[in-house]
């Protein structure tokens, strides 16, 4: 965890390095803490973000930054919001609760639910090649992390180590499959 790594990750939620790593969490307004929040959230690329009413305390550009964000967002999430508009905003399936009945509009297809990508169709748009990309800098940014981790615990790591995953199972008790 260093200053320059914290400082970039929240900029991508809109605050500066001086609001990020310089003024008191005290300091801060509603909706910084909100984007505070939110980043730390998202900190080790969780597969899955469950955020009830993610839209209080933000402002316009804090809104903007993160639809952008969930539109762009690789894993699943889970929504509790009121506010409709937003919801259609970043959504692909709604399930509502009203008068104590259930409701879902707008399912995935089938063919694309559980990662069944032998048959899902290939992405066709800029928003799911971003989606992809998002994926794969995610993944990214695990490995370093988890080299540097090995590296502070004193293990050597090199920049090819490509087995090194493989190798960690089996010092961990047993050689289960990757």
């Not at 930054?65 to 894993?75: D, S, V």
């Not at 993944?139 to 960690?168: A, I, P, Y």
Request: hydrophobic share 40%; glycine share 12%; aromatic share 6%.
């Amino acid at each position: 965890l260093t200053t320059p790594a914290v400082e970039a990750h929240l900029a991508g939620f809109g605050l500066g390095a001086e609001d990020a790593t310089h003024r008191r969490l005290g300091s801060l307004s509603n909706g910084q803490l909100a984007r505070v929040v939110l980043g730390a959230a998202t900190w080790f690329a969780p597969h899955l973000l469950v955020l009830d009413e993610p839209t209080n305390y933000l402002d316009r550009p804090a809104l903007a930054g993160l639809k952008a964000g969930l539109q762009g967002f690789g894993g699943g999430v889970l929504i509790i919001s009121h506010s409709a508009g937003f919801v259609d905003e970043v959504c692909t399936e709604r399930w509502e609760m009203q008068g104590g009945e259930l409701r879902r509009e707008g399912a995935v297809p089938p063919s694309s639910v559980l990662g069944d990508d032998a048959s899902a169709a290939p992405p066709t748009s800029a928003a799911a090649a971003a989606v992809a990309a998002a994926k794969e800098a995610r993944e990214k940014k695990r490995v370093r992390r988890l080299k540097e981790l090995r590296r502070r615990n004193g293990e050597e790591v090199s920049d090819e180590d490509g087995g090194w995953w493989e190798d960690l199972l089996k010092k961990a008790g047993g050689s289960r499959g990757a």
